[in-house]
């Protein structure tokens, strides 16, 4: 028996009468591996009850919190995303022995030292800025830092390369960590963290009150978390030997810790000069193809990457998959492998015939 973990991260802004208060917050759920199946058909019996009941026509099974907003919150109305929520609580987060851990950092002093800074830098540079490069994988450190779980199978949220901290190579050490571009979108466990997080953000942001170790637990309650399976964390001054990096120059890089296999989608209008490579990612992911896309990353429990012609060709030894949205697309894929690397293909058209849809006009 082993644990699964996945972990998300925020930050949270208050502003009352006698100031603001600034933290970075974050969400691990955790679950045994045996449990682990009804979850996920719990997870996904909700999803599509969400998507019947809305009309979203998505092959996609998992969803972000901001997917679901999206979906639900009209103008300012908060209601139907809070009792959509409370809902997926009962109905897949209780119902499956799932623990849920709410992180939120904080510190009581003014002034943080950061190596390689002449200067210590304000509290609020370092939650704003310097927490917010890696802070995806502190709420699970501290999860498992504090229970003393190892041999853990961990998803992360992406995060950007930083330096390594001693609280990662902590959790590296003594886990199996796999850092998942767009897991909110593709990763159920990582989904489920965004979506608890944004509960509650949501709750404490309405409440207005800075967050307290003894009382949040009990405050939350009545929004329908179990007691036994809630747990509550607090990052403090405590443990900044932990969170704060001791070289700067030793970086992490989260593309070596992506799951395998690695689905490549290969950029058409980038590469001959029509759109910079900004505007086409945002174009792809406009696009109803990347609904097939990300439902296919899903189901093969792995990551994803638009191809960068200057980045990944040293990684493409280990193999993936390439995915072509174009003819450009499909003889650069057949270029690749008649160069010898081990890439499966597909086309867009073959990817949206695999989920059902209509590759008519592809």
Do not use: C
Request: proline residues 5%; charged residues 25%.
């Amino acid at each position: 028996m082993y644990w699964l973990f996945g972990s998300d991260e925020d930050i949270l802004t208050l502003v009352g009468r006698r100031g603001s208060f600034l933290s970075r917050i974050g969400v691990a759920v955790g679950i045994r591996d045996s449990d682990y199946p009804i979850f996920r058909e719990l997870y996904y019996e909700f999803m599509d009850r969400f998507k019947s009941i809305y009309g979203i026509n998505t092959p996609r099974r998992v969803f972000a919190s901001v997917d679901v907003r999206g979906a639900l919150i009209e103008g300012s109305e908060l209601r139907e995303y809070m009792l959509f929520l409370r809902d997926f609580v009962n109905d897949v987060v209780n119902a499956s022995n799932l623990y849920v851990n709410f992180v939120f950092a904080s510190f009581g002093k003014s002034r943080i030292s950061l190596p390689g800074k002449e200067k210590p830098v304000s509290v609020k540079t370092f939650i704003e800025s310097t927490l917010k490069s890696y802070f995806a994988y502190i709420p699970v450190w501290a999860v498992v830092h504090r229970t003393g779980i190892k041999g853990a199978r961990i998803y992360v949220d992406a995060f950007s390369t930083s330096p390594e901290t001693p609280a990662w190579r902590e959790l590296y050490g003594n886990n199996d960590v796999y850092v998942v571009p767009n897991g909110d979108k593709v990763n159920l466990l990582i989904s489920t963290s965004d979506l608890l997080l944004g509960y509650i953000g949501t709750i404490i942001k309405l409440r207005n009150k800075k967050p307290d170790l003894t009382e949040l637990k009990s405050y939350l309650k009545p929004f329908g978390f179990d007691n036994e399976r809630f747990r509550v964390y607090h990052i403090g001054s405590r443990d900044l030997g932990y969170i704060i990096y001791e070289d700067p120059s030793v970086k992490l890089n989260p593309l070596h810790h992506r799951p395998s296999p690695i689905v490549y989608l290969v950029p058409e209008l980038s590469p001959v000069g029509l759109l910079s490579g900004k505007d086409e990612k945002k174009l792809i992911e406009a696009s109803p193809v990347y609904e097939y896309v990300l439902r296919y990353v899903e189901e093969s429990e792995g990551s994803l990457k638009i191809l960068s012609f200057t980045e990944d060709f040293k990684h493409l030894s280990a193999g993936g998959v390439m995915v072509s949205l174009g003819e450009h697309g499909k003889r650069i894929a057949e270029y690749l492998r008649l160069l010898g690397f081990p890439l499966e293909h597909l086309s867009a058209r073959e990817l949206i015939s695999l989920y059902g849809g209509d590759s008519s006009d592809e």
